[in-house]
């Protein structure tokens, strides 16, 4: 459908999630940069919200940070465009319906089409209110990407089947976080999401390290990884580019 299938083409995706704009946007590009530099395959970016209801404390900080440093929609619309001058892997972004809602879906999507993201993930929008967004994503071919959850259960193979670009399949519940242990059965989440679509699917939600990366990719297409990143850009700031490029370059080995 658009570049978003050509992150899982050479073996196990690795797909860093990255809040515009903590600690500012010029940062934020930076990281991105060194990312795709030492291996990410696609990039979530997240678009600050004030009311992140799926993130854990380490997020919600960031969308904090974000905010309180003045970034709004158009800021990161402006972003993605200065970005695509050069990255050309699949960006996708992460967000809330309300963010939508409030910038106007059409006029939303549609700048997602002209500003070059190939995706959008709304983990607030149950998958059967996705009537409100997935005509106008069609229209601009902005896949809506789902989120398959352990409490999906009877509605997994519905999800999957009416999904676009890949699955995103949730590893805990609550929110998000680095977690010790992942004990979801995956690979059972993954058995039937496969009987339903051949869309590939990766795991979020807990991954922090490259072992735990290794033993979800193995189970699924690749390994989706957030609150540890933010945590390398909280402790360096302006500096943190390199050392997420270095997390980056671990995890993607890793897998």
């Known amino acids: 459908m658009n570049r978003i299938s050509s992150a899982f083409e050479n073996g196990k995706a690795f797909i860093p999630f990255i809040t515009c ?25 997240g678009i600050p919200f004030s009311d992140p209801t799926a993130e854990g404390p380490v997020i919600q900080a960031a969308n904090i940070r974000a905010l309180s440093g003045g970034v709004t929609t158009d800021k990161v619309f402006d972003l993605v465009r200065e970005l695509r001058t050069d990255v050309r892997i699949p960006l996708v972004f992460m967000t809330y319906a309300n963010v939508v809602f409030s910038y106007g879906a059409e006029r939303f999507i549609s700048t997602c089409k002209e500003t070059g993201i190939d995706g959008l993930i709304l983990p607030d929008l149950p998958y059967e209110e996705r009537e409100e967004f997935e005509p106008v994503c069609k229209k601009y071919g902005i896949a809506l990407i789902p989120l398959i959850a352990p409490t999906s259960e009877n509605r997994i193979a519905m999800i999957a089947k009416a999904a676009e670009g890949f699955i995103y399949v949730v590893s805990s519940l609550g929110v998000t976080g680095e977690r010790s242990e992942i004990t979801t059965d995956i690979g059972a989440i993954v058995k039937i999401i496969r009987e339903n679509t051949d869309l590939p699917c990766a795991v979020g939600f807990g991954i922090s390290t490259p072992e735990q990366a290794k033993k979800m990719s193995a189970l699924s297409d690749g390994a989706i990884v957030g609150s540890a990143i933010i945590k390398i850009i909280e402790k360096f700031g302006k500096d943190a580019a390199p050392h997420v490029g270095e997390y980056v370059r671990s995890m993607k080995s890793a897998i």
């Open 21 to 45: 704009g903590d600690p500012d946007l010029e940062t934020t590009a930076k990281v991105v940069r060194e990312a795709v530099k030492n291996g990410a395959d696609l990039i979530e970016l």
